[in-house]
């Protein structure tokens, strides 16, 4: 299969030493055990600041004679217990590698909403008719929540930075060993490759003994053993983290696998090559006892579908009015810049493989199509002056607007394609047509990862069909305000 060829070189020695890992203690106590005393005293501070701002801002009344601060040590008490319990019990301190900043910060937000409302009313149970009671105005209450949560989505992203930026300049990495030589695993290579910040450090690959021997390189990462000798490699390379992604032929051996990889506190996923081939969301099942994997429909129906389409057009009727003038400004800078249309329409292969005139502004020659379809391409000549400004930011675009309106597409959605290179990808590419299950859009989960341009086809099926597969409100509303932040940091690099 092209991709997973095992290239073997006698002269190849199995790793027999650990790999050294430039992980500095520092950087492993900073990542991994300061995040609850970040919080602490976020909090802390966070709560005087709200006792002196109700006696400051103006937007509740102002007390003529408050308690002291003092007074109200013992609600604070409670506050912190409360809240960093919850944070806890919600998993805040189990870190994602692969979560968004703003999923971060909602699951923040709500959580310290409910530890809050939690304090004001377990405080005035627990301290009712005691010494330590004390007034808790909703005023301060307020205060108290807006600013935590100020100062602790500034620590929170501050210190996720951090930890990003140790793990891009390799300091703060965990060892990972690969399981299996197959379409998955050379997947897998490639995505870690291609993602620093997820903090790994591939020691290795494991293949299957009886098909290949141990003398050589799989995806670049070499060949240091085989099944039966996981425990060995496992404790000799100190691997924290285990992918077992067999080929579809050997899953049978899976469960011996896992067994050989129960070594400690090592972490191990299984990623087989027949997952890949299932398009839904999988749910393991319990029937009778027996354990069964569950592959939902993954298709917009109902209130969903309802829910998404009016998002389309509430923000469609939005953008058109907000954008308008400057829309306007745009379409007579084409005018004087080239004799010609303002508007390039071209056919593309919407929802269920129909096509349909997709608009943007015009920011190629009138001749560009002349010889037939062709990839746009860095530097490409065919692109003016003021069409490759438009392109770097993606306001060529913004007419698309009309087709979002017309019910043709949506704000966000898998790319259209034009209808030659879906024939051509349809033929190579598996499930690529399972893009085509929902409309297309503006922007996707694809162009927001960076796959824009002349980039992998095959990676951004990938992550089409992801979207597709887990679609949510909220996952358009990150894909919008990502899509912004890149158009205010000049666009994305693939874009040309």
């Not at 809050?116 to 009712?128: G, N, P, R």
């Not at 808790?136 to 602790?152: A, K, T």
Request: proline share 6%; glycine share 8%.
């Amino acid at each position: 299969m092209v991709g997973t060829r095992v290239e073997e070189n006698q002269n190849y020695t199995p790793i027999t030493e650990p790999l050294n890992r430039p992980t500095s203690w520092v950087a492993q106590f900073v990542a991994h055990r300061t995040l609850p005393f970040l919080d602490l005293i976020a909090l802390t501070v966070a709560f005087v600041l709200g006792y002196y701002a109700r006696m400051v801002l103006p937007f509740f009344p102002v007390p003529r004679d408050p308690p002291a601060l003092a007074e109200y040590i013992p609600v604070l008490i409670v506050h912190l217990v409360v809240n960093i319990t919850f944070f806890y019990v919600t998993q805040l301190y189990h870190q994602r590698r692969v979560s968004s900043i703003l999923d971060m910060i909602r699951s923040l937000v709500g959580t310290l909403t409910v530890g809050t409302l939690v304090t004001s009313a377990l405080q005035e149970f627990i301290y009712k008719n005691s010494a330590f009671e004390v007034d808790y105005p909703r005023g301060m209450f307020f205060y108290i929540w807006i600013i935590s949560f100020v100062i602790l989505a500034f620590g929170r992203v501050s210190h996720r930075l951090l930890v990003l930026r140790w793990r891009r300049k390799g300091r703060l990495l965990d060892n990972l060993l690969i399981i299996g030589t197959g379409t998955s695993s050379h997947e897998l290579i490639n995505f870690i490759d291609h993602s620093p910040s997820l903090g790994f450090q591939v020691v290795g690959v494991v293949s299957n003994a009886s098909k290949l021997l141990p003398k050589g390189k799989f995806a670049n990462i070499p060949i240091i053993g085989h099944y039966e000798q996981l425990p060995e490699i496992i404790d000799r390379h100190q691997i924290e983290h285990v992918v077992i992604a067999l080929p579809t032929e050997e899953l049978g051996q899976l469960a011996k696998v896992i067994g050989y990889c129960r070594r400690g506190r090592v972490d191990i996923k299984v990623f087989p090559e027949l997952f890949s081939l299932m398009t839904g969301e999988m749910i393991l099942d319990d029937v009778g006892g027996k354990r069964m994997v569950s592959v939902q429909d993954i298709v917009l129906r109902g209130w969903r579908l309802s829910l998404k389409r009016g998002m389309d057009i509430v923000g469609a009727i939005f953008g058109m009015i907000l954008f308008s003038p400057l829309m306007m400004f745009t379409s007579l800078l084409i005018k004087f810049q080239r004799n010609g249309p303002v508007f390039h329409i071209q056919q593309r292969m919407g929802m269920d493989g129909k096509p349909f005139s997709m608009i943007k502004f015009r920011s190629m020659r009138e001749d560009a199509d002349v010889s037939g379809p062709g990839w746009t391409v860095k530097n490409d000549p065919r692109i003016t002056r003021l069409g490759r400004l438009m392109r770097r930011t993606s306001w060529d675009e913004m007419p698309q607007l009309i087709n979002v309106l017309l019910g043709q597409m949506s704000l966000v959605g898998p790319r259209p394609e034009q209808p030659y290179y879906v024939r051509e990808f349809r033929q190579r590419i598996p499930r690529y047509m399972d893009r085509h299950q929902e409309k297309a859009g503006m922007t996707g989960w694809a162009q927001v990862n960076g796959l824009r341009g002349d980039t992998s086809i095959s990676e951004r099926t990938r992550f089409d069909l992801w979207y597709v597969e887990h679609w949510s409100l909220w996952l358009d509303f990150k894909i919008i305000l990502r899509t912004l932040f890149q158009i205010v940091r000049g666009g994305s690099p693939s874009a040309y």
